[in-house]
């Protein structure tokens, strides 16, 4: 690379799918630069969708989580500093101070810290209760199970859900509680959701939605006895998992000049500021399609945006306007949705039946489709997604 605007150096915060696939999209691009991967964790960057799934359930070991073999990680040609939090950003001085008292300085950086789970009040000191975001989350959850046999999962979104079907296979009693009517009725619409309501409910989930969680009860020794509900009810748990969603890791970017606001608000190039870019789940960067600020907390987004943001960081000057997509498993459903579901949007059955557990739903609103729904239709899922692509726009969710 010889061109005068390209940085010297990048420095890329957060050692997440999103912060390595930053760093590969580079070398593949033929960057020749100097490459640094700072990580708050101390695990060498690893894959977060198995979490809930395959490391909660036994079935894959820790080290299988690792995005990229220690080989492949060195090709890289990139220091990783682990174990050591980024704290401030002087965007003057282009440098990042870290917990230890390092201060790391380069051309270009690229804000990759992701999300972290929200909590509920007092959970803290209640012993039991978990969240689920990172490597040692899933290990400390899966020991816990192992040894219980009534888990009650606070939060009906993606990671809620999954967490509710893993443990079940596990043989455990299960509750999940949350104040939608059904399980990922965001996301997935409610014709969608309903049918996953219904399968968790036959695989002997007991799903009290619609409900809302008012606190936690504990025992004489500080350990989770029940979770009460806003009905009066208190349903008892050995342990519980909260999983309410979560909010973008920007607390260490207070006072540093940028656009916090649900994240690191950039322009539709994923640029924050002059030689600053975020990506992953904690940018939330102007969509041209859409015509407004969204972001996007999927594996996918990951790679489609870190792969932008390398351009970008090259001067390709490279807006990013991806299709939305996410993909979930839960007991023997894969479900992928490309697109988004708008309140009001109608659904239409266009292959397959419910009934039968495998089908697709399309959404449309005012005649323009928005969202594609696959379940257990992975090839007419892709193939579908083109009416998406061939629409006038896509539409806000």
């Known amino acids: 690379m010889t061109a005068p605007d390209v940085p010297v150096s990048v420095l890329v915060v957060g050692a997440s799918a999103a912060g390595l696939s930053t760093a590969e999209s580079l070398r593949?691009?033929?960057?020749?630069?100097?490459?640094?991967?700072?990580?708050?964790?101390?695990?060498?960057?690893?894959?977060?969708?198995?979490?809930?799934?395959?490391?909660?359930?036994?079935?894959w070991e820790p080290e299988r989580t690792q995005?990229?073999?220690?080989?492949?990680?060195?090709?890289?040609?990139?220091?990783?500093?682990?174990?050591?939090?980024?704290?401030?950003?002087?965007?003057?001085?282009?440098?990042?101070?870290?917990?230890?008292?390092?201060?790391?300085?380069?051309?270009?950086?690229?804000i990759a810290t992701g999300v972290r789970p929200r909590t509920l009040p007092g959970a803290d000191e209640v012993a039991g209760v978990h969240v689920l975001r990172t490597l040692h989350d899933a290990l400390a959850l899966r020991a816990e199970l192992l040894e219980s046999d009534r888990l009650v999962v606070i939060g009906e979104g993606v990671l809620g859900a999954e967490i509710a079907a893993t443990a079940r296979t596990l043989g455990l009693d299960v509750t999940m509680?949350?104040?939608?009517?059904?399980?990922?009725?965001?996301?997935?619409?409610?014709?969608?959701?309903?049918?996953?309501?219904?399968?968790?409910?036959?695989?002997g989930v007991h799903c009290r939605l619609g409900?809302?969680?008012?606190?936690?009860?504990?025992?004489?020794?500080?350990?989770v006895a029940g979770v009460c509900l806003d009905t009066g009810e208190e349903l008892p748990a050995d342990i519980v998992v909260?999983?309410?969603?979560?909010?973008p890791a920007t607390d260490w970017l207070d006072g540093s000049g940028?656009?916090?606001?649900?994240?690191?608000?950039?322009?539709?190039?994923?640029?924050?500021?002059?030689?600053?870019?975020?990506?992953?789940?904690?940018a939330r960067f102007h969509h041209e399609q859409l015509g407004t600020l969204i972001r996007l907390e999927n594996r996918t987004n990951a790679t489609e945006q870190a792969a932008a943001v390398a351009d970008n960081i090259l001067c390709a000057d490279r807006p990013y306007s991806p299709i939305p997509y996410f993909w979930t498993d839960q007991f023997d459903a894969k479900i992928q949705v490309h697109g988004t579901v708008p309140i009001g949007a109608e659904a239409e059955i266009v292959d397959g039946d419910p009934g039968a557990r495998r089908f697709l739903t399309r959404y449309s609103l005012n005649g323009q489709v928005t969202g594609i729904?696959?379940?257990?239709?992975?090839?007419?899922?892709?193939?579908?997604?083109?009416?998406?692509?061939?629409?006038?726009?896509?539409v806000v969710p």
């Open 373 to 394: 729904v696959g379940w257990n239709m992975p090839k007419q899922t892709r193939l579908h997604r083109q009416e998406i692509v061939d629409a006038p726009a896509l």
């Open 28 to 59: 593949r691009k033929g960057y020749r630069g100097l490459l640094t991967i700072l990580g708050a964790e101390d695990e060498l960057p690893y894959d977060r969708p198995p979490l809930s799934k395959q490391m909660l359930s036994g079935a």
């Open 177 to 203: 509680v949350g104040p939608m009517a059904a399980p990922m009725i965001g996301p997935l619409g409610p014709a969608v959701a309903t049918v996953l309501g219904e399968l968790h409910t036959e695989n």
């Open 211 to 223: 409900i809302s969680v008012t606190g936690l009860t504990s025992d004489a020794r500080g350990r």
């Open 258 to 282: 940028l656009t916090l606001d649900n994240g690191v608000v950039c322009d539709s190039r994923c640029r924050a500021a002059e030689e600053i870019y975020a990506v992953g789940d904690v």
């Open 67 to 110: 995005l990229r073999p220690a080989a492949a990680l060195s090709e890289l040609d990139a220091e990783f500093i682990l174990g050591d939090a980024a704290v401030g950003l002087d965007t003057r001085a282009s440098t990042v101070r870290t917990a230890s008292g390092r201060t790391v300085g380069s051309d270009a950086i690229v």
């Open 242 to 247: 909260v999983a309410i969603g979560a909010t």
